[in-house]
């Protein structure tokens, strides 16, 4: 099984700021991850899938990056509702597995 | 525009075995290039892939889950059902149906249902 380590847990920042989530694979799953964003009551949401391409719909400000093991997240100007939790998701020989989310707050 | 809702018991008790049907509506199952995937969440943990069928019938699984978890299409082919069996409360969780589909983002689950919350309690 590959382990997925998101950081940091909580990210306290404020509208207009940058926000820079990581997540980190325990071996190699190439470019299969994707990201996630999930509000309280509601399912997760693709945001990135491929480690960097956007998914439909899905807003300019975002962009992911990475590859192997090292991936990130970032939201350029987080808008009031970026304010969520956020997760990774990869998708290899080993399996497919989601990592423990990163919540963003004000 | 395809839909995805899940359905079933809310409240099973231990050692039985937790059935959910997931109901695609504006497409179908049996189209070429889509995962219908079953995936769980414990409260305030990150979400856990179950298992899923591939539009030819092939499956494929968690490997912890895997001896306890069948999926299956219905002959509709508008609906795909989750089994789990000899459940405990560890099973209790918020379980989804989602699809990927492998032509447009082969590694995510880019359609989500509603999710629905399963309790296992005597």
């Known amino acids: 099984e590959v382990v997925l380590t998101q950081s940091p847990a909580t990210l306290s920042l404020s509208p207009g700021e940058r926000a820079t989530l990581s997540c980190r694979a325990s071996r190699s799953v190439s470019t299969f991850l994707a990201w996630y964003q999930q509000k309280p009551g509601q399912a997760p949401r693709l945001l990135i899938y491929e480690a960097s391409s956007r998914a439909t719909g899905i807003p300019a400000r975002f962009s992911g990056s990475g590859s192997g093991t090292d991936f990130t997240l970032t939201i350029s100007s987080l808008e009031p509702e970026d304010f969520a939790v956020y997760y990774c998701?990869?998708?290899?020989?080993?399996?497919?597995?989601f990592g423990g989310g990163t919540r963003v707050e004000i | 525009q395809v839909q995805l809702q899940e359905s079933g018991p809310g409240l099973v008790k231990p050692s039985q075995t937790l059935s959910l049907t997931c109901t695609v509506s504006g497409g179908s199952i049996s189209s070429a290039g889509y995962y219908w995937s079953w995936i769980r969440q414990h409260p305030g943990r990150g979400p856990e892939w179950i298992g899923y069928?591939?539009?030819?019938?092939?499956?494929y699984f968690n490997p912890s889950l895997q001896s306890r978890a069948t999926i299956s299409v219905a002959t509709s082919k508008t609906q795909f059902s989750l089994k789990l069996a000899s459940v405990t409360a560890a099973d209790t969780a918020v379980y989804y149906c989602?699809?990927?589909?492998?032509?447009?983002?082969?590694?995510?689950?880019?359609?989500w249902g509603q999710g629905t919350l399963v309790t296992v309690s005597s």
């Open positions: 998701q990869q998708r290899s020989n080993w399996g497919l597995t």
């Open positions: 069928i591939y539009y030819n019938g092939d499956t």
């Open positions: 989602a699809r990927v589909d492998i032509n447009s983002a082969p590694t995510g689950f880019d359609l």
